[in-house]
């Protein structure tokens, strides 16, 4: 059972550097097909299922999905050990399932079990969490599937760009950290120390109310019209937090999706048409 699972994110590794629309760490989507763009997940399986369900790659082989931040939340062990990890092996099935249209990107929780960092939600340190129930479950093998969840995770792309000039990425720096954030991130191999604090993957993905300045100077530098993020808690599953930015989440059960034509341009307000409650998924 545990080398069944290290093999499974060792493929999940290979599948997600040799998706065919990867440059460096940026997924490049072409103009054409459809974008189903999924919030945080953490953990919440009955919103993992209404998303696949509602992108359907089977019956639509020119759509992709992008999926974030899969871990720490959702069902616990018997001792209170998260078992998001469970969601994570299923989501790297997926992306086995249709490799270059499922797109894993990477988000906070997961530069925080990358680095054994501490991260908290809901009052419990998350890692200790997910490291208990692991040991738990694989017993003596729990350190090995530890570490290649740890490796599958660091081998996740940072962003996707849209040729409609749509930016998807778990978050962006914050106004503070914007001078120590290098661009060259996305084009370069990621190394460990660029998911610590304060590397240029960790600020890309742990950044928190960001000023129209920001939005803007991101704007340009990424060559983008608008930004379509995660990380930040939505009550209602989504909220327009500037002129060029949309935040997405699916974590509970107000949760929402968005899709969208990457053949087609939008505003931001046509894209606040495009969301979906996840509830209404059957």
Known sequence: MPQTII??????IKASNADKFRRGNLI?????????IAGDIHGHRRNFERVVAFADLANNPDRHIVLQEIIHGGPEDSQGGCLSYKL???????????PDHVHI???????????NSEVMKNG???NRAMRLAL???FRGAGSDVELAIRQFLFSQPLAVRCDNRIWVSHS?????????????????QLKINDVVRPGSAYLLTWGRKHSQTLLDKMAKLFDVDIFILGH?????????????????????????LLSISLAESYTVEQLIDSIAPLPSIP
């Open 124 to 126: 419990k340190e998350m």
């Open 172 to 188: 962006l720096p914050g106004d503070r950290y914007i001078d120590k954030f290098d661009p060259n991130i996305l084009d370069r």
């Open 232 to 256: 930040q808690w939505q009550e209602e599953g989504w909220c327009q937090a500037g002129k060029n930015l949309i935040i997405i989440a699916s974590d509970h059960d107000h949760g929402c």
């Open 88 to 98: 994570l092996f299923d989501v790297v099935r997926y992306k086995l399932s249709f």
């Open 28 to 36: 490049h989507l072409p103009a054409e097909g459809s974008l189903t």
């Open 135 to 137: 040991d738990r479950e």
């Open 7 to 12: 093999d499974l994110l060792s493929n999940g």
């Open 105 to 115: 990107i990477m988000g906070n929780h997961d530069t925080a079990f990358i680095n």
